[in-house]
């Protein structure tokens, strides 16, 4: 294999010349302590650390990072730590998707405006990894994902405590007077134990084995849990991995391919993961100048098995477990017939070679295509009259009996309206009931928050109803589970058919048919399509105006249209 000469390092520019610019950037650099040899000739890496001492998910890269350098300084590199914004999920208002994009263009600009040749990318949280890799693709410098790992399993007395999972659950139980606030201040107080991201298999479990199969971090790096002294080590050793990868000029867009975001469909569905990655792959993709359809989803959907029994979608298990019964490797090995093998990955090797020597340690956690989780279709795209463009639902994780369903429509015009109403006594909704949010969406949130896991209301809670049918254009937390229809396309509040919902009007849902219907008669909605009055903007200003000036469908990703694609940006000039 070829390597780059020194003098073809991009950061020669900054640092090789012998002009008036290049003497300033040597002697700021000395400024810093370094000396010259310390940089001279060496590929410049660039750490994007989404650490904040808000985000408790990242809470370990302080420590990470410096084993990253490491690992960057031992192979004969110069590690440059840039922070960048956090999207601390449980934190962040109105929703961290309002700022994935904001994240994927400052990654973006980072590596184009600084001297960096290759660049380590430190996320987990779930809309930092896709955002990493959006930037990290447009500006297609060799780059590598370092995944911040699951915490460690949640604990209430004798019981193990999923993330998100068990806080709706349990929220639901309070809300039931089933159990009290001593209870429910327990609960908290065991379910976050550990540095890492939610430990079921949620937005973050999902997008981290995504960047693992997509071939964009070390093979087994996603399930290491934060605490173990092996996700140390991966770091230092990613670390060393970047510094070969910018001699051997290896690049996000020679790993992302058609048949690579294949893969990562089929490891989604076999993960039993979560919805919204399949937004964030359609904005991945398209990064790559590729195209993520609904109707691959459901292609594939088709023929793969839910093999993860993790929560939600399994019964007992978390990302800890996942672990130490093989991880994502094992998993693999059982789908070889379902993957392209020959796709390459950062260390060099295609996938089917880091799959060699994989097994499954414990088949209740990790099950065989003989005994799955579920046979197929754990999560499917509907389409019909009341989702023209698509929506999505996670079967995998919805009450069975609900999967075919016609119901009348209990309407919220948006979140105020719904926290208001669901609880009263006098809301008009039995167990047969479907539950509408408007204005959940990209615009309408804004940004498309995990609203779509519209509570129970209290008074069916109290007669033993544990899940109904929601419908929405918002999307719901990975960890959450139900009969729930989200990412409804386009969205109410441009006008999308959802905005045309009334209290009372038949909703249909056939998830054998992939179909999502209003079953109001043409002429009707015509009507009501003609007196539809568009919402006032959410924003006037700032970054919200350009959100919403620029901002795509649930169904196209959610990327910015200015984002899209693979066209050129200059280098700059350096005066």
């Known amino acids: 294999m070829s390597r780059k000469r020194p003098e073809e390092l991009r950061s020669h520019r900054w640092y090789g010349a012998t002009d008036l610019r290049s003497f300033g950037h040597r002697s700021r650099t000395g400024q810093m302590g370094y000396d010259r040899a310390d940089y001279a000739g060496k590929p410049v890496i660039a750490i994007i650390n989404t650490w904040s001492d808000i985000n408790p998910c990242h809470m370990h890269f302080k420590a990470r990072v410096e084993e990253v350098k490491r690992g960057?300084?031992?192979a004969g590199g110069f590690?440059?730590?840039?922070?960048?914004?956090?999207?601390?999920?449980?934190?962040?208002?109105?929703?961290?998707?309002?700022?994935?994009?904001?994240?994927?263009?400052?990654?973006?600009?980072?590596?184009?405006?600084?001297?960096?040749?290759?660049?380590?990318?430190?996320?987990?949280?779930?809309?930092?990894?896709?955002?990493?890799?959006?930037?990290?693709?447009?500006?297609?410098?060799?780059?590598?994902y370092v995944p911040a790992g699951p915490m460690l399993n949640g604990r209430w007395r004798a019981q193990t405590l999923g993330s998100g999972s068990d806080t709706w659950k349990y929220w639901d139980e309070l809300r039931a007077g089933n159990i009290g606030e001593s209870e429910w201040q327990e609960i908290e107080n065991g379910i976050a134990r550990s540095a890492g991201t939610c430990m079921t298999m949620g937005t973050a479990a999902s997008?981290?084995?995504?960047?693992?199969?997509?071939?964009?971090?070390?093979?087994?790096?996603?399930?290491?849990?934060?605490?173990?002294?092996?996700?140390?080590?991966?770091?230092?050793?990613?670390?060393?991995?970047?510094?070969?990868?910018?001699?051997?000029?290896?690049?996000?867009?020679?790993?992302?391919?058609?048949?690579?975001?294949?893969?990562a469909i089929v490891t989604l569905l076999a993960l039993g993961g979560s919805t919204n990655a399949i937004v964030h792959l359609v904005a991945m993709a398209g990064r790559a100048g590729l195209r993520v359809a609904l109707?691959?989803?459901?292609?594939?959907?088709?023929?793969?098995?839910?093999?993860?029994?993790?929560?939600?979608?399994?019964?007992?298990?978390?990302?800890?477990?996942?672990?130490?019964?093989?991880?994502?490797r094992a998993l693999l090995a059982e789908l070889k017939d379902l993957l392209h093998l020959d796709c390459r990955t950062v260390n060099g090797r295609t996938l089917g070679e880091n799959l060699e020597g994989a097994r499954i340690w414990n088949d209740d956690v990790i099950r065989r295509r003989d005994k799955p989780v579920k046979g197929s279709g754990g999560i499917v795209a509907l389409w019909g009259n009341l989702a023209p463009n698509g929506a999505v639902i996670k079967a995998s994780a919805a009450t069975p009996a609900l999967l075919q369903h016609t119901g009348r429509a209990v309407v919220f015009e948006d979140y105020n309206d719904m926290a208001a109403r669901i609880d009263r006594d006098d809301l008009e909704v039995d167990a047969g009931s479907?539950?509408?949010?408007?204005?959940?969406?990209?615009?309408?949130?804004?940004?498309?928050?995990e609203w779509g896991m519209l509570p129970v209301p209290k008074k069916l809670l109290r007669q033993g109803v544990r899940d109904m049918v929601r419908v929405s254009d918002a999307r719901m937390s990975g960890t959450s589970y139900g009969t729930c229809v989200l990412h409804v396309a386009p969205e109410s509040?441009?006008?999308?058919?959802?905005?045309?919902?009334?209290?009372g009007d038949p909703i249909e849902l056939d998830v054998a048919r992939r179909a999502l219907n209003l079953k109001v008669s043409e002429d009707e909605l015509a009507r009501r399509r003609a007196a539809w009055q568009p919402p006032a903007p959410r924003y006037e200003r700032g970054y919200g105006a350009i959100f919403a000036r620029h901002v795509r469908q649930a169904d196209e990703g959610c990327d910015f249209d200015i984002l899209e694609g693979t066209a050129p940006t200059a280098e700059p000039e350096i005066h």
């Open 72 to 74: 960057v300084w031992q």
């Open 79 to 144: 590690p440059v730590e840039m922070p960048a914004m956090a999207l601390a999920e449980p934190m962040q208002k109105p929703s961290t998707m309002l700022y994935r994009n904001f994240l994927a263009m400052e990654t973006e600009e980072l590596l184009r405006s600084y001297p960096a040749d290759g660049a380590v990318l430190m996320g987990g949280c779930d809309k930092t990894t896709p955002a990493l890799i959006m930037g990290a693709t447009s500006m297609n410098l060799p780059a590598i």
């Open 207 to 263: 997008m981290m084995s995504i960047a693992e199969v997509l071939g964009l971090s070390l093979p087994g790096a996603s399930s290491i849990p934060a605490p173990d002294s092996n996700h140390a080590r991966m770091a230092t050793v990613s670390g060393k991995r970047i510094v070969d990868m910018v001699w051997e000029d290896l690049k996000p867009r020679d790993l992302l391919t058609a048949a690579s975001f294949d893969n």
């Open 295 to 328: 109707q691959r989803l459901n292609e594939l959907s088709l023929k793969t098995p839910v093999l993860a029994n993790l929560r939600p979608s399994g019964e007992h298990y978390l990302m800890e477990d996942f672990h130490y019964a093989g991880g994502l």
């Open 434 to 449: 479907v539950l509408v949010l408007k204005n959940g969406g990209p615009l309408g949130g804004p940004g498309m928050p």
């Open 493 to 503: 509040f441009v006008g999308g058919p959802l905005a045309l919902v009334r209290n």
